[in-house]
């Protein structure tokens, strides 16, 4: 807003400056008009920069603005080339920067001032726009507005930047930085789609870290929370770009493998499980992580993420019954 302000108040100096000076005005309204031009922008600025609510206050200096804007376009005469360029910006600007209820309040300032200073100074009006007032309006339309346009461009862009941002953190785990369950549903969902479209070898892995609860208990959150960190940056090595690592939530994870045969897929809960067996938890060293993985293939009739994911989970649940530290496939 500074910058723009800056800009928008230089610009206006001139068609308004022109007009005064073939209108004959008094030397204090030319000052006051520098004044408006060269050292409001600096005075709003602060304001705001100084306020316990940066942005009500620049809705206020908006609003002031818009005033100031009526009370220049009466001092004009409603001369009406730099009049209605002048009231055009000022509301698009308005609009831009807060919306129409924003919009509402600075034209119903605007006119109000305008009002007042008008009848005040005898409503003159002048409707002839002479050459060099043409002129001097002509860099205000073409400047501002050109800048108006690489300003909301550039706000555009980092809105989409930061919207993909927020995107990415609402499909991650906080503490893990891999992909939370509404990510890993969305991709297991899209996988089946494909699937059933086209058959292939798909598997899904389901892992759980044993005797977490006694990690937990023995060692406290903090460690145990260290050791889900660990776990997931295994997953993390193991696996390629194409899958999806994730956390189903606790000391639960599930690998989404695309085109991923059985044996594949054994192969990487291996390389897991082996990866896992050389972690140690501090501060017993002697504690092992150890890990059971249940793996599912894409079978056909499977047509909703919840009968994929049991299948993985009746896996898993089975490597349990075999005594953890054990992987188990169907």
């Given at each position: 807003?500074?910058?723009?302000r ?10 308004i ?55 220049w376009?009466?001092m ?10 002048i ?9 831009s920067?807060?919306g ?14 305008f ?7 005898g ?8 050459q060099?007032t ?24 980092k809105?989409?930047?930061k ?7 609402a ?17 297991i ?18 892992i759980d870290?044993?005797n ?12 145990g ?11 993390h090595a ?6 999806t ?22 192969v990487v ?20 992580c150890?890990?059971?993985?249940g ?19 009746d ?12 992987i188990?496939?169907?």
């Amino acid at each position: 807003m500074y910058l723009m302000r800056i800009l928008g108040t230089f610009l206006c100096f001139f068609p308004i400056l022109s007009v005064l000076l073939e209108l004959q005005r008094p030397l204090w309204l030319m000052l006051l008009l520098g004044a408006n031009a060269f050292v409001w922008p600096g005075v709003a600025y602060l304001r705001a920069r100084y306020s316990p609510t940066p942005l009500s206050t620049e809705h206020y200096n908006l609003i002031f603005d818009a005033g100031v804007g009526g009370f220049w376009i009466a001092m004009m005469a409603v001369n009406p080339l730099p009049s209605v360029v002048i009231a055009t910006i000022l509301l698009s600007d308005r609009l831009s920067a807060g919306g129409f209820e924003l919009m509402r309040k600075a034209g119903l300032v605007m006119v109000a001032v305008f009002a007042a200073s008008w009848i005040a100074q005898g409503m003159h009006l002048e409707p002839i726009v002479t050459q060099r007032t043409m002129l001097a309006t002509l860099p205000l339309v073409a400047v501002y507005m050109l800048a108006l346009s690489v300003l909301t461009d550039t706000i555009a862009v980092k809105l989409r930047r930061k919207s993909r941002e927020l995107e990415r953190i609402a499909m991650m785990d906080p503490l893990l930085d891999i992909a939370n369950r509404r990510l890993l549903e969305q991709r297991i969902q899209y996988e089946l789609e494909q699937f059933n479209q086209s058959p292939r070898h798909s598997s899904l892995m389901f892992i759980d870290i044993d005797n977490f609860k006694e990690v937990n208990d023995r060692f406290g959150h903090e460690v145990g929370d260290a050791l889900l960190v660990s776990v997931s940056k295994i997953l993390h090595a193991a696996t390629r770009k194409t899958d999806t690592p994730a956390r189903l939530g606790g000391d639960e994870f599930v690998i989404l493998l695309p085109n991923t045969t059985p044996e594949e897929a054994l192969v990487v809960a291996t390389r897991i499980l082996e990866a896992a067996a050389l972690t140690t938890v501090k501060p017993d060293h002697s504690f092992r992580c150890t890990l059971s993985i249940g793996i599912a293939s894409a079978a056909p009739g499977m047509h909703s993420v919840t009968h994929w994911l049991k299948a993985a989970d009746d896996a898993l649940y089975k490597a349990k019954r075999l005594g953890k530290n054990q992987i188990y496939a169907h």
